[in-house]
């Protein structure tokens, strides 16, 4: 048997398909490989990204938004590169190629601070070195993130770093804005609260903001603040009266009352009775202060329609038309005020002066014992009280208001010095002397003082006391002859001259012509032996009354009696010029003639003698004496004559 060779028929079928497959792959290299391999122009389709297992296809040049905490993988990456070959992702600051391999959270990828901004990251499609696309990946948090943060923020500190960055990041969230106001508040931030909520205000109007505005403006005492954000309020509700009330008194407050008044009066249309009443009473006040008195006494009668019993508005009324000089309607509003007010004890007492002023004293006093029966011890009331009676005359009741003064105040010295002349006035000596004794211990130089003293003194019999207070006053008062007079009396009585000598001699001084005084003097100093001084004294008195027989006696005798017969002489002639019959002085006289004759006769003088003798004998024929000496004397002179 012949054995042939068999064919494998797999043989080449296998080579066959191995062939066509080799054919095949030559095809698609020259195809679709090559071409996607060495593409003269290399472009990004898309990314397709995972995001919480929801995808995203983002194309060239794409951007994304996403949360650090999302979990994202890269799915896929779109080129025109075949198999993607040579292709690669970078991006700065991002390990975006770890998100290729597996889904991570992105906040694993990022820096820690990165988590709470907004950061973008821009993905390179790269073959090589050459660009082929990019996609940006923005990533950043969640406002309810910041707020989360804030929440969870223990120190005050980083939770108002919070809040702020919050701010930064998200400027028109509300929420965060309305955290973040707070957050200043509880701090007591007060402008960066009231800044931030101007700051909102100016991006879009929000009524609601102005009551919280308003509230920190008034917290931190910011007048200006609390006007602006009253008068925006007003503009959205003109016709809200408690708005412009608010408002008013603001202005009133910062000491702008023109633009007070302008908003209180725009506020009355709105009010109610209650409300107005106290509105005219801030009016009347406002107009007072802006000198405009005519305005604020109507603003205070407009009131007084409303309540006749509030007290206040009367006295208001009274005081403004005492300013404007109107007395009789002032005196009218305030006797109104003070029956509505019996308590008011001191405008009865403004009342009554101005009754006592008018001189309406029997209504003064009805007003002063109403307020000395709820205030006895007012001074003010008791004083003017004092007044009322002095006036009225009736020294009786005066003097009981001048005793309760001094009860209240012992130290009084007006006081006592008043009652004192009261007592006097009222012939009540005794009771007088120690209200004027006590004011003189304090006054030792008031001379009205001592003279009444002098005078009390005198007419109570107080001899030594009255002459101590004569000494007082002639220190204090020379000019006034009384007390030197006393004096006088008082020395004369006791017959004591010496002491008193100085102080007539001063009176004389003072008082040249009182010729009372001069006449005491000389009696003074011819008790005491002074003559010579008496005699100077007597020649002045002489010369001042020439007439005086008296006066003249007194001093002939005196000089007669010094040896100045001559002038003693003419003094007795003088008298008998006016008295021819004088017979003392003119017995005087002839005696005086006869001593000095003989004492002419004993010194020789015979003719001067002689003379003598005939001048008794022409004045007295019939002297004896007289006679018989001058017959000697001629018969004496006979024999010379014969010789003669």
Not at 584 to 591: D, K, P, Q, T, Y
């Amino acid at each position: 048997m012949v054995k042939r060779s068999r064919k494998k028929p797999h043989a080449s079928r296998t080579g066959f398909w191995v062939t066509l497959a080799l054919l095949a792959g030559v095809f698609l290299v020259v195809w679709w490989i090559w071409p996607g391999l060495y593409n003269a122009s290399p472009r990004l389709n898309h990314i397709l990204v995972e995001k919480n297992g929801d995808f995203i296809k983002l194309l060239n040049h794409d951007s994304v938004r996403l949360h650090p905490q999302d979990m994202v993988k890269i799915a896929e990456v779109s080129t025109n590169i075949t198999f993607n070959i040579g292709v690669r992702l970078t991006s700065p600051g991002l390990d975006v190629e770890a998100l290729t391999f597996e889904k991570l959270p992105l906040s694993s990828l990022m820096a820690k601070d990165d988590a709470y901004r907004s950061t973008s990251y821009r993905v390179f499609v790269k073959q090589g070195n050459s660009d082929l696309g990019y996609v940006d990946l923005t990533v950043e948090p969640y406002v309810e993130d910041w707020l989360d943060k804030a929440a969870r923020a223990i120190d005050p500190e980083l939770r108002l770093s919070t809040l702020e960055q919050a701010m930064a990041f998200a400027p028109e969230d509300e929420e965060i804005r309305s955290r973040l106001i707070e957050e200043y508040k509880a701090r007591k931030n007060w402008a960066k609260a009231a800044s931030l909520i101007e700051e909102t205000l100016a991006r879009k109007t929000d009524e609601k903001l102005l009551p919280e505005l308003l509230e920190v403006y008034e917290t931190m005492g910011d007048t200006k603040g609390v006007v602006s954000v009253l008068r925006r309020m007003i503009d959205g509700s003109p016709d809200d009266s408690g708005l412009r009330l608010r408002l008013a008194a603001v202005l009133e407050k910062a000491k702008k009352p023109q633009e007070a008044v302008k908003e209180y009066e725009a506020a009355l249309k709105g009010l109610g009775d209650k409300e107005k009443l106290a509105v005219y009473k801030n009016l009347g006040y406002l107009y007072t202060h802006m000198n405009s008195p005519e305005n604020a006494i109507g603003a205070y009668l407009q009131a007084l329609e409303i309540d006749k019993k509030d007290v206040n508005l009367y006295y208001n009324l009274a005081t403004l038309y005492e300013k404007r000089g109107d007395r009789e309607k002032a005196d009218q509003f305030l006797m109104q005020a003070v029956n509505l007010r019996p308590e008011d004890l001191e405008n009865r007492i403004e009342l009554a002066e101005a009754f006592f002023r008018k001189g309406n004293l029997t209504e003064a006093e009805r007003l002063l014992k109403e307020v000395l029966v709820k205030d006895p011890k007012s001074t003010k009331a008791l004083l003017l009280m004092v007044n009322v009676l002095d006036k009225q005359g009736d020294k009786k009741s005066l003097k009981e208001v001048y005793e309760k003064l001094l009860a209240l105040d012992p130290k009084n010295e007006t006081v006592a010095y008043n009652l004192g002349v009261l007592e006097y006035e009222t012939g009540q000596w005794a009771k007088s002397i120690p209200y004027f004794e006590r004011y003189l211990k304090s006054h030792p130089n008031e001379v009205q003082v001592r003279e009444f003293l002098f005078d009390l003194y005198r007419k109570e019999k107080k001899d030594d006391s009255a002459f101590k207070e004569a000494q007082a006053l002639i220190a204090l008062k020379p000019e006034s002859v009384e007390p030197f007079r006393y004096v006088c009396e008082y020395a004369h009585v006791r017959q004591d001259y010496q002491s008193v000598i100085p102080l007539i001699e001063k009176g004389v001084e003072t008082h040249p012509s009182d010729m009372e005084l001069r006449q005491f003097l000389v009696l003074a100093l011819l008790k005491t032996g002074k003559e010579e001084a008496a005699t100077e004294h007597l020649r002045v008195l002489a010369k001042a009354k020439p007439k005086d027989t008296g006066i003249l006696a007194h001093l002939a005798a005196l000089l007669e009696k010094q040896g100045k017969y001559e002038e003693a002489l003419d003094n007795y002639e003088k008298i008998l010029e006016f008295s021819p019959g004088h017979k003392e002085v003119g017995g005087a006289r002839l005696s005086l003639l006869l001593r000095q004759a003989r004492m002419k006769e004993r010194q020789g003088n015979i003719a001067e003698a002689r003379d003598l003798y005939k001048k008794i004998l022409e004045t007295a024929p019939g002297h004896e004496d007289a006679s018989e000496a001058y017959l000697r004397l001629r018969i004496r002179e006979l024999p010379l004559e014969k010789h003669e």
